[in-house]
């Protein structure tokens, strides 16, 4: 059974960091896309960061371009989002997720991110 | 503002048939066939119930699926069951490296 299980979440202030790390099982998690996708307390649902399966190609969305950066660790089947100078409209949940062939094909739980001062 | 329009609810009563729209552009549901449809619980993650335009993953069942024509993708539920009131969302590749989505459409079974 696939599972991927998020952490890190929490109620950070304007201007701060924070890092989010999804733990994967189940599945190959060194052949695979992973992403990073951010809810919204108004439900819009938006891909902020995306990386490829050895961690040489990373992508992100225009408005996370410069303050978030996606990693992963494949021995120890790990998905990181190092998150800095955090908006409020940076706030929502984040979602790990496989993505194949443009599809986000499992996802973990999510873990709220809080920015407020 | 979503990069995929959604029309923000649908419903319909339990046994009837309900169609999502989503528009998209040339550029992304135009150009592509890599349109996929999400339905999510309250407090649930999002789960992938077609893809590829018209593809039901294992499990999802055939009352639901989905069409694309033009710019436009639609997703139609047949058999209303009180368990598909849920927000669907649809998300299309758009030529970069990540995925777009609509603004997602609540549906509530009557």
């Known amino acids: 059974e696939v599972q991927l299980v998020e952490s890190g979440g929490a109620l950070v202030q304007p201007g701060g960091s924070l890092r989010l790390s999804c733990v994967a099982s189940g599945f190959s998690f060194s052949t695979n896309f992973m992403s990073w996708v951010r809810q919204t307390p108004g439900g819009g649902l938006e891909c902020v960061a995306k990386?490829?399966?050895?961690?040489?190609?990373?992508y992100y969305v225009d408005s996370t371009r410069g303050r978030f950066t996606i990693s992963r660790d494949n021995a120890k089947s790990s998905l990181y989002l190092q998150m800095t100078d955090l908006r409020a409209d940076d706030t929502g949940v984040y979602y790990c997720?496989?993505?194949?062939?443009?599809?986000?094909?499992?996802w973990g739980q999510g873990a709220l991110v809080t920015v407020s001062s | 503002q979503s990069a995929l329009t959604q029309p923000p609810s649908a419903s319909g009563s339990p046994g009837q048939s309900v169609t999502i729209s989503c528009a998209g552009t040339s550029s992304d549901i135009g150009a592509y066939d890599y349109v996929s449809w999400y339905q999510q619980h309250p407090g649930k993650a999002p789960k992938v119930i077609i893809y590829e335009v018209n593809k039901r993953p294992s499990g999802v069942p055939d009352r639901f699926s989905a069409s694309k024509s033009g710019n436009t993708a639609s997703l139609s539920v047949s058999g209303l069951q009180v368990e598909d009131e849920a927000d669907y969302y649809c998300s299309s590749h758009e030529g970069g490296s990540t995925l777009i989505f609509g603004g997602g459409t609540k549906l509530t079974v009557l």
């Open positions: 997720a496989t993505e194949i062939w443009w599809r986000l094909d499992s």
């Open positions: 990386i490829n399966p050895d961690g040489s190609g990373k």
